[in-house]
């Protein structure tokens, strides 16, 4: 089982830009497509991003599509979420998530969670 730490969070203005991290320490990390997930305050959790165990696929959420990008560095054990021209409504708590089977794009597919990171756009 992998270990998920999220990082880069913070306070940004609107059309701003921030990169989150998730680092995962251990070698089980290359082989499981990892995503990215969000709540907002009174909200459910919802799917961002996700991409598969080599980088080869990605899928975006309509809401961020064009304006944040997943990537990841298996070398490092690390995942990203570059978010660019950042909305107020984008303020949330984002967890990057390590999918336990083939899916992604719901809550079910995933089977481990890191704590989170906060991300606060004033407009």
């Known amino acids: 089982q992998v270990h998920l730490v999220e990082s880069g969070g913070g306070l940004v203005q609107a059309g701003g830009s921030l990169r989150l991290s998730c680092k995962a320490p251990?070698?089980?990390?290359?082989?499981?497509?990892m995503g990215w997930f969000r709540r907002a305050p009174g909200k459910e959790r919802e799917f961002i991003a996700a991409?598969?165990?080599?980088?080869?696929?990605?899928y975006y959420a309509d809401s961020v599509k064009g304006r944040f990008t997943i990537s990841r560095d298996n070398a490092k054990n690390t995942l990203y979420l570059q978010m660019n021209y950042l909305k107020p409504e984008d303020t949330a708590v984002y967890y990057c998530?390590?999918?336990?089977?083939?899916?992604?794009?719901?809550?079910?597919?995933?089977?481990?969670w890191g704590q989170g990171t906060q991300v606060t756009v004033s407009s």
């Open positions: 251990g070698r089980a990390f290359t082989t499981y497509t």
């Open positions: 991409i598969t165990w080599n980088g080869g696929d990605t």
């Open positions: 998530a390590a999918a336990s089977g083939g899916g992604w794009r719901t809550r079910n597919d995933y089977g481990t």
